[in-house]
């Protein structure tokens, strides 16, 4: 199975700040179509998980600008450019290569 | 307005059996790849089974291999989830989702299945 780790687990961040979280796979998750099968979700509380980001780098439907995802082969970021209130949840990487599909342990992300 | 709407969870005794049921609309359901997803209480995300579009193919997290059965009803836009042999850690809220492939796009807002005696 592929095992996904999820760097840091809580982040606390004051608003309007930026921030980051990493994802590991422990094997290349890349598709030997030309993509990366790598996902991002966030669980806002008392929500269900909703999608921001797939393949790599494609924000979802409705996803503001200053979400992006990065990465490659194993090595995979979320980037939030300035946090809002809103963003509060736990995010999950995702991977979609092969079964079984696994996520991240998730990371916490909290207003300072 | 595209909707999933889980169904059929519960309290259910150790060994016992469970058939959740997901409805949708607002969608095309034969054209897509369909989820479950569970939650145990407090925990992450967990990856259950996906069903092709046309039913045939389908795949399971180890853990639930021989125990749960996916299946779907395109002529009433329907997911199902049968679970038998059920056992404490089967305990969680379960998710429907719609693909488009194999990473989910769409959620459900859950059902709760306990498993307890």
């Known amino acids: 199975d592929i095992v996904m780790t999820q760097s840091p687990l809580s982040l606390p961040v004051t608003p309007g700040e930026p921030a980051s979280i990493s994802c590991r796979s422990s094997?290349?998750?890349?598709?030997?179509?030309?993509?990366?099968?790598l996902n991002w979700y966030v669980q806002k509380p008392g929500q269900s998980p909703q999608l921001l980001i797939y393949?790599?780098?494609n924000r979802a439907s409705g996803v503001p600008d200053r979400f992006s995802g990065s990465g490659s082969v194993t090595d995979f970021t979320l980037k939030i450019s300035r946090v809002e209130a809103e963003d509060v949840g736990v995010y999950y990487c995702?991977?979609?290569?092969?079964?079984?599909?696994?996520f991240g342990q998730g990371t916490r992300l909290e207003i300072k | 307005e595209v909707q999933l709407v889980e169904s059929g969870g519960g309290l259910v005794q150790p060994g016992g059996s469970l058939r959740l049921s997901c409805e949708t609309s607002?969608?095309?359901?034969?054209?897509?790849?369909m989820h479950w997803v569970r939650q145990a209480p407090g925990k992450g995300l967990e990856w259950v089974a996906i069903?092709?579009?046309?039913?045939?193919?389908?795949y399971y997290v180890d853990s639930v291999k021989g125990r749960f059965t996916i299946s779907r009803d395109n002529a009433k836009s329907s997911l199902s989830l049968q679970m038998s042999s059920l056992r404490a850690e089967d305990t969680a809220v379960y998710y429907c989702?719609?693909?488009?492939?194999?990473?989910?796009?769409?959620w459900g807002q859950g059902t709760l299945v306990t498993v307890s005696s």
């Open positions: 607002g969608f095309t359901f034969s054209s897509y790849w």
């Open positions: 989702a719609r693909g488009p492939g194999w990473y989910p796009e769409l």
């Open positions: 393949l790599g780098s």
């Open positions: 069903i092709e579009q046309n039913g045939n193919g389908k």
């Open positions: 995702m991977q979609s290569l092969e079964t079984p599909i696994t």
């Open positions: 094997q290349s998750v890349f598709h030997g179509t030309g993509y990366e099968s």
